[in-house]
């Protein structure tokens, strides 16, 4: 049997970067059998009933019922874990569809690894409850051994920000009870003889880590699930989703059909994996992922290895999972497979394993054990998995196609995230909204114009998968699929030096270097397939000095910004916020409900407010800017009767906004019509002392305190432009934003620049706002907010109408919280001593970062 030191030896004399159409499909349901190195290594698999020339053939495991609740569709780890947790809320008639056979798809070659330490808190719960899930809950339930296994998982820094990246994770950890311990390298070698550590800075090690079986995980869940009321259906193919329009043109799921005949349901969960963007396509709903070929291969017999944790060395891109007596290795390449034409022929099956894309993996492994560089392989595993732009999980509902969620692309983390995420869903299902902050994997995070687009959800998807080993950096940006989105102003910034960031496909101001013009090239791969990475990239030269805990080169550039807003005055280049008007007959009773405090007051004022769910957590904060009607339409006052309202909401969760409101104005029958106007306006904001007499000589108003008072707003002439002007402030300063129409955004920018020459007036970036903001306490959602925090708990209570009697979404969730008493509040920290010399030796020495949450909480409300 080959060594991994002999494919090393054979990968490294093939030419590189082999195309991907010259691979070869070996499928593992032919007549003929599974070859013998093909077969994933479990004890179990629920492929063996699947065999056959006449698996094909055979019709659904049980008649099809004629209704059901929830349809379920994929039965893969996340299928059967949403179908599991819908049955324990008590869904009665939940139905999943499986094409083949359970883990017919991914889920059976997976390698069933469950880390548990991730940089989110949401996450480490998500984590969490999968492992209670298979490691407790169902073998209690059922009887049945799910296959888990706790040998521990080790997590390897070969370099000092690796190390201080992982003393993060340990004190994530702590914090929600993930037993975790940083080891020196002896201490490594002691736990783990076989490693080599001479390399090392340290070690996390997680002992209750481990691994999970996927066909006998998969099979408990189903048998949990049907005695609870839930049918599983396999050998049934979905052939298409039944849409219906309401009275009120809403597009909703109304059956599900399939070879076998159709099922009326309201709602569908696409659990479908890799073939999810096909059922997709069948409702007009579009899913962005792509396929990847994802392999791994297993050693013959290491003496000495049993009982070893799991192994993730992220600066090697590798990991060794535990395999009994052997270990199975694998990773993240940089040049990985796509699979162009996803065949939905393909069940039980796997590729042919392409040695010249999997080197990378065996050298990192011999490197980290060396024994394995003369271990006999028995047997190679690539197959297909489904990742996104982000490297999160696809989730929530469609807003294409009310009643249709998507449950999927989970970056081969399906196992590991399905029991959290599960849970999750099937609680999103059934009341709007899931129960903990899963604004990371909501697919409403992404534009239209962006799910649509395939270079960008390509580009994306390969720089998330070759990056995601990349240590975790505070101020880290893609440089896959940019400039979607720009303002008006890009080329100027871009002239000036500006340093952008990417948010959901807009690039915005991030900071000014000195040192001249820094462009966002088109995106090389890294050099993978054959391209020809850039040089003397300057974008990625200062992105790299960005690669630290500490404070970056450019801390100082960015200091002068804040300084200079503090001092005189800054302008931002916010034309990247959402902007909405609504407008229509049920424009105020909307407002009313939709916005926490009141927004209903006279034309001209502009209120700070909040959009709440229906458990009072914070679903946005944003301003309402109260119009006045007129006939006279133009971009920023459009023509309307009765009552309309313009809305200024965050770039980066505009779309989430929009979902919200337009699924708040669908559920209640609003008569009204949300109007996205974001491309059509730009937003500059000038902040800072001198604000005033900057723009009084480029506006025609009076901008003194009783003419233009705070939280109000006029429509103006600036430099012979129409722009709404707001007196606002989210820097803690005198300042205005201007509203303007698209064609007059240079030229009012460049007056507003030589007007402010005499005062001092600079360019700043969002990040000069996020310090700005930070210091006065201010809060942006989705840094400092989210939505599993209340106004009450953030202290945004002066947000919501409470001493009014008028109702509002999460008015008596809010009512509740407050006569049970708070039992967490968001507080701001100040940090006087960064010294760090009596620290103890676990705790890093990391100098501070501008954001961090922690959430304590306590049983006294009166604390």
């Known amino acids: ?17 082999r195309p991907a159409q010259r691979l070869g499909l070996q499928a593992l349901a032919g007549a003929a059998g599974p070859k013998a190195e093909k077969n994933v290594p479990y004890q179990r698999t629920l492929k063996e009933e699947a065999q056959g020339p006449g698996a094909a053939s055979r019709g659904p495991s049980q008649p099809l019922p004629s209704t059901a609740s929830v349809v379920v569709i994929g039965g893969g780890s996340v299928g059967c874990q949403t179908l599991y947790h819908l049955a324990k809320l008590g869904v009665a008639g939940a139905v999943l569809l499986e094409r083949e056979r359970l883990t017919s798809g991914t889920t059976w070659h997976t390698a069933g690894l469950l880390w548990q330490l991730r940089p989110s808190d949401v996450e480490v719960e998500l984590l969490a409850h999968t492992r209670r899930v298979v490691s407790r809950d169902l073998e209690e339930e059922t009887g049945m051994h799910t296959g888990w296994i ?33 080891l020196s390298p002896a201490e490594t070698k002691v736990l783990y003889p076989l490693m080599k550590v001479d390399d090392l800075y340290g070690t996390l090690y997680v002992p209750q880590d481990g691994t999970m079986d996927p066909a006998g995980t998969c099979s408990t869940l189903a048998r949990a699930a049907v005695a609870r009321g839930a049918r599983v259906i396999e050998n049934c ?102 699979w162009e034409e996803v065949s939905d022929k393909f069940t039980f099956g796997l590729f042919d394993l392409d040695w010249d894309v999997f080197t990378q993996h065996i050298e990192g492994a011999i490197n980290r054990v060396p024994v394995l560089e003369t271990t006999g392989i028995k047997s190679t595993v690539c ?117 952008f960031q990417e948010r959901h496909g807009w690039e915005r101001p991030g900071w000014f270097s000195p040192q001249g013009p820094a462009p966002v090239l088109e995106y090389d791969y890294y050099g993978a397939y054959r391209k020809r990475p850039h040089r003397d990239y300057a974008y990625a030269r200062l992105l790299a000095d960005e690669y630290t805990f500490s404070f970056p080169p450019q801390h100082h550039v960015i200091q002068k910004e804040c300084l200079a807003c503090r001092g005189a005055a800054a302008v931002f280049d916010m034309s990247y916020f959402g902007k909405f008007y609504l407008l229509g007959p049920d424009a105020r009773r909307a407002a009313d409900w939709l916005f926490s405090a009141n927004v209903s007051r006279p034309p001209g004022s502009t209120v700070y407010t909040c959009m709440l769910n ?102 103006v002439q600036a430099a012979g432009h129409l722009v709404r002007a707001m007196r606002l402030s989210f820097v803690g300063e005198l300042g205005w934003e201007l509203h303007v129409p698209r064609a ?107 954001k961090c949450r922690y959430t304590v909480t306590t049983d006294d409300p009166t604390q």
């Open 237 to 338: 193919t979905v052939t298409g989703i039944r849409v219906r329009t309401d009275d009120f043109g809403v597009r909703r799921v109304a059956a599900v059909e399939t070879e076998h005949g159709s099922i009326q349901t309201p709602c569908v969960v696409n659990c479908a994996g890799v073939w999810a963007g096909a059922v997709g396509r069948m409702a007009g709903v579009k899913v962005p992922l792509v396929a990847m070929h994802h392999a791994y291969v297993v050693t013959e017999r290491i003496e000495g290895i049993q009982n070893m944790p799991n192994v993730r060395d992220h600066d090697a891109s590798v990991y060794l999972r535990l395999q009994g007596d052997a270990l199975s290795v694998g990773g993240y390449e940089a040049n990985p497979i796509f």
């Open 1 to 17: 049997m080959a060594s991994l030191n002999r494919a090393l030896l054979v990968a490294t004399a093939c030419p590189r970067w």
């Open 614 to 715: 229906h458990r009072g957590g914070t679903e946005s904060d944003l301003t309402v800017s109260r119009l006045a009607p007129g006939t006279q339409a133009c971009p920023v006052a459009p023509a309307f009767e009765g009552d309309g309202y313009y809305l200024a909401v965050g770039g980066g969760i505009a779309q989430h906004n929009w979902c919200h409101i337009t699924t708040v104005l669908q559920d209640q029958r609003f008569r009204c019509q949300l109007v996205d106007c974001s491309e059509d306006l730009g937003l500059i904001s000038i902040q800072g002392p001198a604000s005033r007499a900057i723009l009084q000589e480029v506006l025609d108003a009076d901008l003194s305190d009783a003419a233009f008072s705070f939280s109000t707003h006029q429509l």
């Open 383 to 499: 197959g297909p998995e489904s990742f996104t732009p982000d490297h999160k999980p696809l989730m929530g509902e469609a807003p294409e196609l009310r009643g249709f969620f998507l449950g999927c692309g989970f970056n081969s983390a399906g196992m590991m995230l399905g029991g959290g995420c599960g849970q999750e869903l099937a609680h999103w299902v059934m009341h709007g909204r899931p129960e903990k902050d899963m604004y990371s994997y909501d697919i409403r995070r992404f534009h239209p114009s962006l799910t649509a687009h395939q270079r960008w959800v390509r580009e994306r998807s390969h720089e998330s998968y070759a990056k995601n080993y990349a240590v975790v950096f505070p101020h880290d940006e893609p440089l896959a699929g940019r400039n979607m989105r720009r303002s008006l102003l890009h080329e100027e910034l871009l002239g000036q030096g500006c340093v």
């Open 150 to 182: 706790q040998n521990g998982g080790l997590f390897i820094a070969s370099s000092r920000q690796r190390l201080d990246e992982y003393k993060r994770l340990m004190s994530l950890g702590k914090a929600y009870g993930v037993e975790s311990h940083v």
């Open 744 to 850: 007059s955004c240079l030229p009012v920018y460049r007056a507003v620049m030589a007007a402010g020459a005499q005062h001092g007036l600079v360019n700043a970036g969002y990040r000069a706002i996020d310090s700005l903001s930070i210091e006065k306490g201010y809060r942006h959602w989705h840094a400092e907010l989210r939505p599993d925090d209340s106004p009450l708990e953030a202290g945004l209570a002066f947000t919501c109408k409470l001493k009014s009697a008028e109702p509002f979404l999460g008015r008596e969730a809010l009512e509740k919280q407050r006569a049970e008493g708070l039992r967490r509040r968001l507080v701001c920290l100040t940090v006087e001593d960064l010294s760090f010399q009596n620290c103890d030796s676990e705790i890093s020495a990391v100098p501070i970062v501008e």
